[in-house]
């Protein structure tokens, strides 16, 4: 706490615990967070310090965050439901919309013109997650996903109710705009029961989606929502 007075990030401190409800304790993985690859500076051959490496971690402990709360609130839903509706809640257009909510616009270092196009903002959301992994350690991250998260910004019961066919949207949006469209099978991840297709969603000759699923059909669906979220198609 004193720290904070007297640094000369006490604003982003302020900000954080806000955003947080507790303050950071390495300051530098927030920064880290919340710098885009467009203004990050390289420090290796190659390699930029932008928050790409935390948004990796930070979807990774997201997902497995919403897993277990799922397995906890729904003990007699199959694994094909609880896939599904984990899927819904770490969206990247969810994520996008959880961003704004969060304020996390007026914290981002980008040198993107037009806004924050595309994925900008979900990707630090997922960052930021990383970052207070790594600081705080699981069960902290937990508590405030949960708390200040899915308790606030999310509806699980409307999620659940509302079965959105990305698919569906994606065809009579190709339709409309007489755009060809095609789910293209571009390989297999995993081996055995982790096995996982990997289907390209290419719309006028254009890749606007990827989506990675234990089944075909689930992958075309995940790639059909990133296409979606991409190209602003709502419902």
């Known amino acids: 706490m004193i720290k904070t007075i007297f640094s000369s990030d006490k604003k982003l401190y302020s900000s954080l615990k806000n955003l ?38 930070g979807d990774a402990v997201l997902g497995g965050i919403i897993a277990e709360y799922l397995f906890r609130i729904f003990p007699y839903k199959d694994e094909g439901f609880l896939t599904k509706l984990r899927s819904r809640m770490v969206s990247r ?35 930021l997650i990383g970052a207070v992994y790594l600081d705080k350690g ?7 996903v949960l708390s200040r998260i899915v308790k606030v910004h999310l509806d699980v019961e409307h999620l659940e109710q509302n079965d959105t066919d990305f698919k569906s949207r994606i065809i009579e949006y190709v339709q409309r705009e007489k755009l060809t469209v095609e789910f293209r099978l571009n390989g297999e991840v995993g081996k055995g029961s982790d096995k996982q297709f990997v289907i390209h969603l290419v719309i006028g000759g254009e890749l606007r989606g990827e989506g990675r699923h234990f089944s075909k059909k689930g992958a075309e669906q995940l790639a059909a929502e990133k296409a979606c979220s991409l190209l602003g198609i709502s419902s």
């Open 20 to 57: 947080l409800g507790f303050y950071p304790g390495n300051i530098n993985l927030y920064k880290q967070a919340f710098r885009h690859s467009s203004v990050a500076k390289e420090v290796k051959a190659g390699f930029r310090d932008s928050n790409e490496r935390l948004e990796f971690l």
């Open 138 to 144: 699981y069960e902290k991250t937990r508590r405030f």
């Open 93 to 127: 257009a969810q994520h996008n919309q959880i961003a704004r909510k969060l304020g996390l616009e007026k914290l981002i270092e980008s040198n993107i013109d037009g806004g924050r196009p595309g994925s900008v903002l979900g990707d630090c959301y997922e960052a």
